[in-house]
């Protein structure tokens, strides 16, 4: 009788593999509810991130500008999510002979490169500098147009989700929302 009581019990404490998949069912439901809301904020954190480093490379084009008396230049290319830094040669003055400006962060190269790294997943997806897609800086920080004009609208960058940098023309402010 001992025997059978032993079994009884042992039988009651145990779990069947229906109960087994069943909670795995439900862990797997509650991930997802939970794991795919995180995936579109990681997304928008990116974006944010890109987007400050867009109007912290912008400024640091003006400084350098306004430092040096050198005129500084950043080129955004959409199609490759990417954008360079220029600066003028002090011994041949002009747009035609800029030399690459090196980030003090990732020295020495002058390309930021968006989709990659800890940047993944974020584009560039509007670039209107008064239909252009660069901007000049002066040794007064003031902003011009690729073509040699000052900037007569707000400039705007706009990455993934909206994120986006504008650049007021004459003061040269730059915001990033």
Same mark, same amino acid.
């Given at each position: 009788? =001992?025997?059978?009581?032993?079994?009884?019990?042992?039988?009651?404490?145990?779990?069947?593999?229906?109960? *087994?998949?069943?909670?795995?069912?439900?862990?797997?439901?509650?991930?997802?509810?939970? /794991?795919?809301?995180?995936?579109?904020?990681?997304?928008? *954190?990116?974006? =944010?991130?890109?987007?400050?480093?867009?109007?912290? &490379?912008?400024?640091?084009?003006?400084?350098?500008?306004?430092?040096?008396?050198?005129?500084?230049?950043? +080129?955004?290319?959409?199609?490759?999510?990417?954008?360079?830094?220029?600066?003028?040669?002090?011994?041949?003055?002009?747009?035609?002979?800029?030399?690459? %400006?090196? %980030?003090?962060?990732?020295? !020495?190269?002058?390309?930021?490169?968006?989709?990659? @790294?800890?940047?993944?997943?974020?584009?560039?997806?509007?670039?209107?500098?008064? @239909?252009? &897609?660069?901007?000049?800086? &002066?040794?007064?920080?003031? !902003?011009?147009?690729?073509? @040699?004009?000052?900037?007569? +609208?707000?400039?705007?960058?706009?990455?993934?989700? /909206?994120?986006?940098? =504008?650049?007021?023309?004459?003061? @040269?402010?730059?915001?990033?929302?």
């Amino acid at each position: 009788m =001992r025997r059978g009581q032993d079994a009884a019990s042992s039988m009651a404490t145990a779990f069947t593999l229906i109960e *087994l998949v069943a909670v795995i069912a439900i862990l797997g439901v509650l991930a997802l509810a939970v /794991g795919g809301p995180m995936l579109s904020t990681l997304t928008e *954190l990116r974006a =944010r991130t890109a987007a400050g480093r867009i109007a912290s &490379d912008l400024r640091y084009a003006q400084r350098t500008a306004i430092a040096s008396g050198l005129r500084t230049w950043v +080129q955004f290319d959409a199609g490759a999510d990417e954008y360079h830094l220029y600066i003028e040669d002090a011994d041949q003055p002009g747009k035609a002979n800029r030399q690459p %400006l090196a %980030l003090a962060h990732d020295a !020495p190269t002058n390309t930021v490169e968006l989709n990659t @790294g800890a940047l993944q997943h974020v584009r560039l997806t509007v670039v209107n500098i008064d @239909g252009t &897609d660069e901007v000049e800086f &002066d040794s007064f920080g003031s !902003p011009y147009h690729a073509g @040699g004009l000052p900037l007569a +609208q707000i400039a705007s960058v706009q990455v993934t989700t /909206g994120a986006t940098v =504008r650049l007021h023309p004459v003061s @040269g402010f730059v915001e990033r929302e």
